[in-house]
């Protein structure tokens, strides 16, 4: 529709190449939209008449009904369906519907409304998971566990303390994307190709019937740049990394040695040859979806680093990177969250875990330290238990004051004293005194618990008003589009 200055038409693998068509299934709808918000706003700026306007809107109206045909020679979708709006309303009014913008706005603006509606989404999603880990921290309250460094045994520390963790990775993640959502939520509609147009538009209404906060102002900057694109696929990229870094323990706590959980069958997969595997595949796959997202945000910014300023074709490949990302996301958050509420903790399995090691350690050396013993004496005392209790291949409690004695070497300490402070201490009443601010102490946990409560409600009011604003522009603009097609 395009090609007036030339002789010759693409060929046809050409024009696969050159084209985004397929891609841009993802956005029609928005282009759609977006069109309805533009002529509606041509028209009260006087620029094209009430007919001329009634004729787009309704046969955009039925194109949004229309299963569209994406096999055409169009090189996009914008193309396409300008064409087909042509070939509906005819030339004198369909021809008016491109006028004062130009692809370069309208891809940029698709692309905008398609990750503002994602990031909501993505952000339910995430207030979903972050419920969840924190109702299976309440849950599971009474859960004591060994917390690793290096992976292996570090200090005693309640599961809960462990799920908190996570909880609160994903509202940084959740706040990320909060942030994201302010920046991609500005127009560029009617910036034109890259300098703006000499019609007398008005950019804010189309912005406001769209839903959008602002614009994006600078006519340069809103066609040039996909720098919204970049931090989005970003966060996703740092959200899919907490998500492995689950994943991994979860793999890892799931094997027949730890046995610290248990995937439910729905959420398990088996080998074709060995009957007996119960496989955490999903966990897996969290893992290398994560790789994959990592390579598209690495795609996006070589992508953009070396392009001139200004509109370039390179940019339509980085479109292709954003729904495969934005898929991943959700369906990583649906998944895990879904695993997470039907796996089965083995209780016993942690604490027999922690009966079997030396993680208790730290606690019993800080008994020494609050009766004046310096820190520094206290580890070495302790390591010298910790030695002879290994060798005799005993936990710290069963040893006897006389083999508390031996390994007291040179250290001035009462043997009895120490065997009595060991023996008055078990995983459960050390937690209680671990009191320390955001510690796995058992007060902390509780205190925790309820403010991440109160914390996911705020964001689920925030997320809910979002989804909400978009909604109401969308109702009006089809209000508007139906008054104006009468
Ligand atoms: N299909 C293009 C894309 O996805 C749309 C913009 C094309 N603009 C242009 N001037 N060639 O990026």
């Known amino acids: ?16 190449y050159l084209s985004s068509i397929s891609d841009d299934k993802e956005i029609v709808l928005y282009d759609i939209l977006g069109s309805q918000a533009h002529t509606i706003m041509l028209y009260e700026n006087k620029i094209i008449t009430k007919k001329e306007a009634r004729k787009i809107l309704s046969s955009l109206e039925k194109l949004k009904k229309e299963n569209l045909s994406i096999k055409s020679d169009s090189e996009d979708i914008h193309e396409l369906i300008e064409s087909l709006i042509i070939k509906k309303a005819g030339k004198q009014a369909g021809g008016k519907m491109h006028t004062a913008r130009s692809r370069n706005d309208q891809v940029s603006l698709d692309i905008r409304m398609r990750i503002r509606d994602d990031i909501n989404t993505i952000c339910s999603c995430l207030l979903d998971m972050i419920e969840t880990l924190v109702s299976l921290a309440e849950k599971n309250g009474n859960a004591i566990m060994p917390l690793y460094t290096h992976l292996q045994q570090a200090q005693i520390g309640f599961f809960s303390h462990y799920l908190l963790a996570y909880a609160d990775a994903l509202f940084r993640d959740l706040d990320r994307f909060y942030g994201t959502y302010g920046r991609v939520n500005e127009s560029p509609l009617g910036a034109g190709p890259v300098g703006g147009t000499s019609l007398q538009i008005d950019r804010q209404s189309t912005a406001k019937m769209l839903g959008f906060k602002g614009l994006i102002e600078n006519s340069i900057d809103a066609t040039s740049t996909r720098d919204f694109v970049a931090e989005y696929v970003g966060q996703i990229a740092i959200l899919m990394t907490n998500l492995s870094r ?4 979860f793999i890892i706590w799931s094997t027949s040695e730890f046995s610290f959980i248990e995937l439910s069958d729905k959420f398990a997969s088996t080998s074709s040859v060995m009957p007996q595997k119960k496989n955490p595949d999903i966990l897996e796959l969290t893992r290398g979806k994560t790789a994959q997202v990592i390579g598209y945000q690495m795609a996006i910014l070589s992508n953009l680093k070396g392009l001139p300023t200004g509109y370039a074709r390179d940019l339509q490949q980085i479109k292709t990177l954003i729904w495969p990302s934005s898929k991943i996301a959700i369906s990583a958050l649906l998944v895990n969250n879904a695993m997470l509420k039907s796996m089965k903790v083995n209780k016993h399995k942690m604490k027999k875990a922690i009966d079997s090691g030396y993680s208790i ?14 820190f520094r004496t206290a580890h070495m005392i302790i390591g010298k238990l910790v030695q002879s209790a290994a060798n005799l291949k005993k936990p710290l409690s069963s040893l006897s004051p006389s083999e ?18 060991i023996q008055s201490m078990n995983a459960y009443s050390l937690l209680e005194q671990r009191t320390s601010h955001g510690s796995s102490g058992r007060s902390e946990q509780k205190r925790m618990i309820l403010d991440r409560k109160k914390k996911i409600q705020a964001y689920v009011i925030g997320t809910v008003k979002r989804t909400n604003e978009i909604k109401a522009a969308f109702e009006n603009l089809a209000a508007k589009t139906r008054t104006m097609s009468k």
Do not use: C, Q, W
């Open 1 to 16: 529709m395009y090609r007036s200055r030339f002789t010759e038409n693409l060929d046809e693998h050409t024009l696969d």
């Open 246 to 249: 689950l994943a991994e323990d």
């Open 361 to 374: 350690s730290l606690d019993i050396a800080e008994r020494l330290v609050k009766k004046g013993v310096p």
């Open 404 to 421: 508390i004695r031996k390994s007291l070497g040179k250290y001035k300490m009462e043997p009895k004293e120490l065997y009595g402070i």
